[in-house]
Structures are given as C-alpha cells and as structure tokens.
C-alpha cells in the first residue's frame, strides 16, 4: 500500500547540518501522519519528530526541539527533515513511518505500520 525510501544519511561533524528525505509511493500518502524515527546502537527506537497529513501540525522529541526542522511536499509525495546543530548523540539509523490510518503527528512507533530502510546518519569529528 506505501512504500518509504530514506535518503540523505551521512557523516557531518558536530554543529554541522543534514537533511533526511523520505519519498512516498502509494496513493495514501496524502492522508497519512508521518514520523521519524531514530535507533542507535544498544538503544531502544525513539521517536524524533511526526507531520501531519497536511504538514500543518509538527510535533518534536525534546531532544530535538529547534534543532530539527519537518517538513512535507505532498506535491512530490516527499517529507523532508532538516537537523542543524547536530550532536553525537544525534548518531543512529533514521527512518521515516508512515500511518496510513490516522494524520494526527504522535512520536509512538507502534501507530506506524509503514517503514522505510534506514539511513545512517553519524555525527563525529
């Protein structure tokens, strides 16, 4: 029903920027919420930002507030993530869910059916 690709992960010094990119196929795009989500080694999943279904409501993990920037394009399917400032405790795989059922932006992994791969995103000088 949706399929998720990541893209944009990488190795940036500390204080440096990234932009992650999860592009969407599927016609249900349109009315899901969509989160991000992070795992680092030896450390549970958790929930770094969600979009609603029209991108007018953003919610944000605390550790992450004015850092990170979501935002989406339902033009071209794609919802972007801008983190500034980045931190090597920012370090983990990112990935980009999608709940097909709801477009309320929660940051609980279980109302997301739909995942991507992952992208690593490594934060180190």
């Known amino acids: 029903q949706l399929q998720l690709v990541e893209s944009g992960g990488g190795l940036v010094q500390p204080g440096g920027s990234l932009r992650l990119s999860c592009a969407a196929s599927?016609?249900?795009?349109?009315?899901?919420?969509v989160g991000w989500f992070r795992q680092a080694p030896g450390k549970e999943r958790e929930g770094v930002s969600a979009i609603s279904h029209s991108g007018a409501a953003t919610n944000y993990a605390d550790s992450v507030k004015g850092r990170f920037t979501l935002s989406r394009d339902n033009a071209k399917n794609t919802v972007y993530l801008q983190m500034n400032s980045l931190k090597p405790e920012d370090t983990a795989v990112y990935y980009c869910a999608a709940n097909v059922e709801s477009g309320i932006p929660v940051l609980n992994s279980n109302e997301y059916p739909f995942w991507g791969q992952g992208t690593q995103v490594t934060v180190s000088s």
């Open positions: 599927g016609s249900l795009w349109k009315s899901s919420a």
